[in-house]
């Protein structure tokens, strides 16, 4: 097939490039007598997830550090940056970007669209009809798409349960680009990860994921900006071709197959 190749790229490299959502590891859960859960913790997480369920629409920038391990062991830690635009429950438009690759996605209620500037394809996913929050919760064992920061559409709902924390403790007040946030540190199967709550908005500041995926435990670190006042409008996240070539979608477990060549 003509195409076969860049849909695999495509697919490829935006999973290969994005941290593994909090909420989907699922490893063999630990004895519940050696569980030490802070409800005071829980219940700070809860209130987070409220105040970012009630938000009609933002816009979020977040400065990334992800570190990647050799076959050495040692570890490499590659800056980049995530931009959200949020309206409603049903779209959003997200550009991810590093020295190593540039991907932008865009969500319409309907239409998911994968897109690689820099390498002029596209790719699209059709008739899916559900919010936001149900295609993040589901891409990644659906459709092999692991979405950066995913957890900000799945705190505060069903998809994210507090019940099966291993361990929840509050660790101490800190300032976050000078904005008071109180620090949080939570553990569950398979990694942990600790998050930074405005004070004065509830909202998370700085996330941390460390992964007990890999022995060299690697993290990820974000910290994110926010603007909930300016509107975001519809145009701003529908997407325009512009000269791009369509390609065809292929999930991550077809596209394994096959070996990626270097690129953008």
Do not use: C
Not at 198 to 206: G, Y
Not at 235 to 247: H, N, V
Request: negative net charge.
């Amino acid at each position: 097939m003509t195409h076969a190749r860049p849909a695999l790229l495509l697919a490829l490299a935006l999973a290969a490039a994005l941290p593994l959502p909090v909420s989907a590891q699922t490893p063999a859960p630990v004895p519940a007598s050696t569980r030490t859960v802070d409800a005071d913790a829980v219940a700070a997480l809860d209130r987070m997830g409220k105040a970012l369920r009630a938000l009609p629409h933002f816009r979020m920038h977040a400065t990334t550090s992800t570190e990647y391990v050799l076959d050495d062991g040692q570890k490499l830690a590659l800056a980049g940056t995530v931009d959200y635009k949020v309206l409603g429950p049903d779209r959003f438009f997200v550009d991810i970007q590093s020295e190593q690759q540039h991907r932008q996605l865009f969500y319409d209620g309907k239409r998911l669209t994968i897109f690689a500037p820099r390498l002029k394809y596209y790719a699209t996913l059709d008739d899916l009809n559900r919010s936001s929050q149900a295609l993040l919760a589901e891409s990644a064992s659906r459709y092999g798409l692991e979405f950066p920061l995913a957890d900000l559409f799945l705190w505060g709902t069903p998809a994210f349960p507090t019940d099966g924390f291993q361990s929840a403790l509050r660790v101490d007040s800190a300032r976050i680009d000078g904005e008071a946030t109180q620090h949080y540190a939570f553990r569950q199967p398979g990694v942990d990860w600790q998050v930074w709550i405005s004070d004065a908005s509830a909202l998370p500041r700085q996330v941390v994921i460390t992964s007990h995926s890999d022995p060299a435990l690697p993290s990820y670190q974000a910290t994110l900006q926010w603007d909930t006042r300016r509107p975001v409008s519809a145009s701003e996240l529908a997407f325009a071709p512009d000269g791009a070539t369509r390609i065809v979608f292929v999930p991550v477990a077809l596209a394994a197959q096959d070996t990626p060549a270097e690129g953008n």
